[in-house]
C-alpha cells in the first residue's frame, strides 16, 4: 500500500509555492558594487565577475517586485524560464549567468512577465540610474561614510529623493545602493522595509580592479 501511495503522489505534479505573479506595489533596483563583493566572497569562489577584464563596477544585482510592506518571492507563473542564452546575454551588467537566472527564479517571476520581459526590464532600469562616476575613479581603498554614497547618487540623479534610495553594508564594507521605482521605472518612496541605512562611519570602498 506504502508504494502505491508513493506512486500516486509522484504522478501528480506538486504545486509550485509563492505569492500569484504580477501582483505588487513598486520595485526595487539593487545594485552591488562588485569589487567589495569580490573582497567579501567572490575572490574565494574563484568568480569570473572579479576578473580585473571584466571591469565592473556597479552591477545589477537585482530588480526586486516589493509590496509597501514586505516582498513576494518564488511566484506561481504560466511563463517559461529564461534559456542559457537569455541569463548569458544579460551577465554584461549582471556578473554571471547564475546569477541573473537565480534573480528571475526568486524574483523575475513574480513581476508577471515574460523571462526575456523582464530581462529587457531590468536593463532598463539599469540604465534610467545614473551611476555616480566619481567611484571609478578610486585608485585604492578606502573608508568613507554610507552616506557619502547616498549623496553621490542624489546629486548624479536629481530626480531621487533621500526617501527613495538605501545604502546597505556588509562585514564592515558598502554592500549596495537601493534604488525604489515604479513599475514604468519613475522614482518612488520606498517602503519601511527598504529603508534600513547603513550607519557606518568607516565602511570599506575597494577600487575598480
Known sequence: MRWFL?????????????????EFDYYVLSLSWSPNWCAREGDARGADQCDAAQDH????????????????SYCRTPHAPPSRGMTREIAD????????WHQWKKHGTCSGLTATQYFDLSRQA???????PVFRKLDQSVTLPAA??????????????????????????????????SKSLDPVPCGRDVIRDCRAKDAQFDPIR
Not at 563596477?57 to 513576494?72: M, N, T, Y
Not at 539599469?126 to 555616480?132: E, H, I, K, N
Request: hydrophobic share 45%; proline share 6%; with cysteine.
Open 6 to 22: 508513493v506512486w500516486c503522489l509522484s504522478a501528480v505534479p506538486l504545486l509550485a509555492e509563492g505569492e500569484k505573479a504580477g
Open 126 to 132: 539599469y540604465a534610467s540610474v545614473t551611476r555616480p
Open 148 to 181: 557619502v554614497v547616498e549623496e553621490a547618487f542624489l546629486q548624479a540623479n536629481p530626480a531621487l529623493e533621500r526617501d527613495m534610495i538605501t545604502i546597505t553594508c556588509r562585514d564592515g564594507f558598502i554592500e549596495e545602493a537601493r534604488l525604489c521605482l
Open 93 to 100: 551588467i549582471q556578473g554571471s549567468s547564475g546569477l541573473a
Open 57 to 72: 563596477g556597479w552591477i545589477l544585482h537585482g530588480l526586486w517586485p516589493q509590496f509597501h510592506e514586505g516582498w513576494p
